[in-house]
């Protein structure tokens, strides 16, 4: 049966591309090699450790459930993401591998789960407290401890009152333990190495107490430094994976991003000296220049505050963002490349890490981080692997 309704879904999802067909105006591309390099360079790092892709968010704006078929391959432990509709997205794509819900879920989507080999995050004392009163499915979950973050997690003073609270109700499962690295990414350590030293003593109370814990995860991307002083047998790798290193001190040199956005020119004209362009009338021309406008603004994931001082790229040369940013139009210089015109491609966001319009590089201009521009494009865009 669940074959039969596989076959009819992937025909209706053919007849119906067949039936509409079109060219999108913008384009994300997707590198299966680069993505699969960037988890490779990881796992070499500290081979004792197993990794779990974090694919919240949209897999931090690549899409969630075209990277989770590229993952789904690599035998991974499981794959991580936020919330309970992301968990059902991916087993309704035929994702096979095992999910970690990391974020909060409510008590009714748990009690009434029925999604396969998915496990929850228990991320306070109350809903440890909730969870222990009313479960009677045999569900996995991980602990969240708080080891100094002050987000989630279960302070250090409330871990014997949690273990009471797993013991008291059978049906709770307890397969891992986790936490989270508020400053690894910095270039000072003594947070850092602070909660290292909570979360060692702690977890090794709760081997002690709970001897089948099959997970122990601390290390977000930039914690993987820190991986061999820590007391864990998995990490979480997040943006690392998509080739972007967190770290102030870049210290993952080997990733290459893998994301790249294209569109292409919808109009070209001439523009006279002290003529202006765009809403609010911000930029004037200050020499005769050409100019051209893409099909793409603020809500394809140009950042507004790049209006007058972000680039694209036509070929090998950049073009300024003249005026603001459109809801879904940008205006660029195209003087340096006289034959630029209608429907020539134009590069939005390179995978380039050095070029002036890489994701990097836009957000030093907007004074932002990468996941903040990576989470903003949004799903609509059509995605695809290359």
Same mark, same amino acid.
């Given at each position: 049966?669940?074959?039969?309704?596989?076959?009819?879904?992937?025909?209706?999802?053919?007849?119906?591309?067949?039936?509409? &067909?079109?060219?999108?105006?913008?384009? $994300?591309?997707? @590198? =299966?090699? !680069?993505?699969?390099?960037?988890?490779?360079?990881? /796992? %070499?790092?500290?081979?004792?450790?197993?990794?779990?892709?974090?694919?919240?968010?949209?897999?931090?704006?690549?899409?969630?459930?075209?990277?989770?078929?590229?993952?789904?391959?690599?035998?991974?432990?499981?794959?991580?993401?936020?919330?309970?509709?992301?968990?059902?997205?991916?087993?309704?794509?035929?994702?096979?591998?095992?999910?970690?819900?990391?974020?909060?879920?409510?008590?009714?989507?748990?009690?009434?789960?029925?999604?396969?080999?998915?496990?929850?995050?228990?991320?306070?004392?109350?809903?440890?407290?909730?969870?222990?009163?009313?479960?009677?499915? &045999?569900?996995?979950?991980?602990?969240? $401890?708080?080891? @100094? =973050?002050? !987000?989630?997690?279960?302070?250090?003073?409330?871990? /014997? %009152?949690?273990?009471?609270?797993?013991?008291?109700?059978?049906?709770?499962?307890?397969?891992?333990?986790?936490?989270?690295?508020?400053?690894?990414?910095?270039?000072?350590?003594?947070?850092?190495?602070?909660?290292?030293?909570?979360?060692?003593?702690?977890?090794?109370?709760?081997?002690?107490?709970?001897?089948?814990?099959?997970?122990?995860?601390?290390?977000?991307?930039?914690?993987?430094?820190?991986?061999?002083?820590?007391?864990?047998?998995?990490?979480?790798?997040?943006?690392?994976?998509?080739?972007?290193?967190?770290?102030?001190?870049?210290?993952?040199?080997?990733?290459?991003?893998?994301?790249?956005?294209?569109?292409?020119?919808?109009?070209?004209?001439?523009?006279?000296?002290?003529?202006?362009?765009?809403?609010?009338?911000?930029?004037?021309?200050?020499?005769?220049?050409?100019?051209?406008?893409?099909?793409?603004?603020?809500?394809?994931?140009?950042?507004?505050?790049?209006?007058?001082?972000?680039?694209?790229?036509?070929?090998?040369?950049?073009?300024?963002?003249?005026?603001?940013?459109s809801m879904n139009i940008a205006t660029i210089d195209v003087t340096n490349v006289p034959h630029a015109t209608i429907n020539t491609s134009v590069t939005v966001i390179s995978k380039i890490p050095s070029d002036k319009n890489s994701i990097q590089n836009n957000a030093k201009l907007v004074e932002k981080i990468p996941y903040d521009l990576m989470v903003h494009i949004p799903q609509t865009l059509r995605r695809r692997v290359v």
């Amino acid at each position: 049966m669940v074959s039969y309704y596989s076959m009819l879904k992937s025909l209706f999802q053919k007849w119906r591309h067949w039936r509409f &067909p079109y060219i999108p105006l913008v384009e $994300i591309t997707i @590198n =299966m090699s !680069r993505l699969l390099g960037n988890l490779q360079t990881f /796992q %070499k790092i500290d081979p004792r450790v197993a990794i779990a892709p974090v694919l919240k968010s949209n897999a931090y704006g690549h899409g969630l459930a075209l990277v989770a078929k590229i993952l789904d391959t690599q035998n991974l432990p499981f794959l991580i993401v936020d919330s309970y509709y992301e968990a059902v997205i991916l087993r309704n794509e035929k994702i096979r591998t095992p999910i970690l819900i990391i974020g909060y879920t409510l008590i009714e989507n748990i009690l009434k789960n029925k999604l396969k080999n998915v496990a929850f995050t228990i991320v306070s004392i109350e809903q440890l407290e909730e969870i222990s009163k009313n479960l009677k499915t &045999p569900t996995d979950f991980h602990l969240k $401890i708080d080891t @100094n =973050m002050h !987000r989630h997690g279960i302070p250090p003073e409330q871990c /014997q %009152k949690a273990m009471s609270l797993i013991r008291a109700n059978g049906s709770l499962h307890l397969s891992g333990i986790c936490s989270h690295l508020a400053d690894s990414d910095s270039t000072t350590k003594e947070f850092t190495e602070n909660q290292i030293k909570i979360w060692n003593s702690l977890t090794e109370d709760w081997k002690k107490e709970f001897p089948n814990i099959k997970y122990f995860h601390l290390s977000n991307t930039a914690g993987f430094s820190y991986s061999k002083n820590i007391h864990a047998n998995m990490a979480r790798l997040g943006i690392g994976l998509y080739g972007i290193d967190p770290s102030a001190d870049q210290r993952f040199s080997d990733l290459q991003p893998v994301l790249e956005m294209k569109t292409l020119i919808s109009g070209a004209k001439d523009l006279k000296r002290g003529e202006k362009v765009g809403y609010g009338a911000t930029f004037e021309a200050t020499k005769n220049m050409r100019i051209a406008t893409i099909p793409a603004g603020y809500y394809e994931g140009i950042d507004r505050q790049l209006s007058n001082c972000g680039f694209v790229k036509i070929e090998n040369t950049f073009c300024p963002i003249v005026g603001r940013v459109s809801m879904n139009i940008a205006t660029i210089d195209v003087t340096n490349v006289p034959h630029a015109t209608i429907n020539t491609s134009v590069t939005v966001i390179s995978k380039i890490p050095s070029d002036k319009n890489s994701i990097q590089n836009n957000a030093k201009l907007v004074e932002k981080i990468p996941y903040d521009l990576m989470v903003h494009i949004p799903q609509t865009l059509r995605r695809r692997v290359v």
